[in-house]
């Protein structure tokens, strides 16, 4: 007998009507555009097929998968995709979450427009560490940061996205996607960090925006990654702040790496004048 409880059965198509704009399409599962029938209001319906391996109880205790549960717990964090609403069905399960039809991807921006200049650069950045901070501060460790996985809308506001790979803080367990693996990953040494593998997918996130490009589509490992971001943040003149927050995030010494906090409330770039270039 499953330890999963049915919040309702087959409930979701009762309430909720599926379009055919598919957002997107991972091993287990798509996440469809939906209207909520009573008002049609747009959501994010996400669609997980058979019962995922793992549950965990919720404060009221009923037993869910992991990404409900984890989802549940970032409700009131700013920059997290909120869940509007889930349905464990016998084949799967339904997440309903929020949906602004005028965001994209990181990804997806620097695709179509380029890199961001850096006063918008550094507001992205914030809201995306200030919400890693809250996550860590709540023992939830995110762990497949990456471009695909952030939001923005037209106003540059944060949603991150894609809740599958999150676990408990102290889970050691790793899914961080090629090119945002820092060295020590890459090595597959024991005894490195959240926090400093953190610090380094946050690295090659700000370089990318603020170079206009993923430097992992030429399928380099993390050291040349890193030469990549550094060169081209120089071509394009970025200033020095900006550069000493990116390299010292890309520090190929993990224990040299800044914490999130240090990087949020500790470096100037994040609030300062972004006039002084390399060549200045």
């Given at each position: ?154 106003f540059f506001t944060v949603t991150i996205i894609d809740f599958g790979s999150v676990t408990e803080l102290d889970d050691l367990n790793y899914f961080y996607s090629d090119g945002y693996i820092p060295p020590e990953v890459e090595d597959e040494l024991l005894n490195y960090m959240f926090g ?85």
């Amino acid at each position: 007998m499953s330890l999963i409880k049915k919040k309702v059965v087959s409930r979701f198509h009762d309430k909720y009507i599926l379009t055919d704009t598919v957002l997107g399409e991972g091993a287990q599962g798509k996440v469809f555009v939906a209207k909520r029938r009573r008002d049609y209001k747009q959501v994010a319906a996400k669609f997980i097929r058979d019962k995922p391996p793992y549950i965990r109880k919720l404060r009221k205790g009923e037993f869910v998968p992991d990404e409900i549960y984890f989802l549940d717990k970032v409700k009131n964090i700013d920059g997290c995709l909120k869940m509007l609403d889930y349905y464990v069905e016998k084949d799967g399960c339904w997440i309903v979450t929020e949906y602004d039809e005028t965001s994209m991807t990181l990804r997806e921006y620097i695709e179509d427009y380029g890199g961001l200049d850096e006063s918008s650069a550094a507001y992205v950045f914030t809201q995306i560490v200030s919400a890693f901070l809250q996550m860590e501060d709540a023992g939830i460790a995110y762990k497949d940061l990456k471009c695909d996985n952030v939001l923005v809308d037209e106003f540059f506001t944060v949603t991150i996205i894609d809740f599958g790979s999150v676990t408990e803080l102290d889970d050691l367990n790793y899914f961080y996607s090629d090119g945002y693996i820092p060295p020590e990953v890459e090595d597959e040494l024991l005894n490195y960090m959240f926090g400093a593998v953190t610090s380094w997918s946050l690295g090659v996130i700000l370089g990318s925006i603020l170079i206009g490009g993923e430097p992992f589509e030429f399928g380099l490992r993390s050291r040349k990654v890193k030469k990549l971001i550094v060169r081209r943040m120089k071509k394009l003149r970025c200033s020095k702040l900006a550069w000493d927050l990116v390299s010292k995030c890309l520090e190929l010494n993990c224990d040299e790496r800044p914490e999130i906090r240090e990087i949020i409330y500790g470096h100037p770039w994040l609030g300062s004048d972004t006039s002084m270039s390399f060549n200045s």
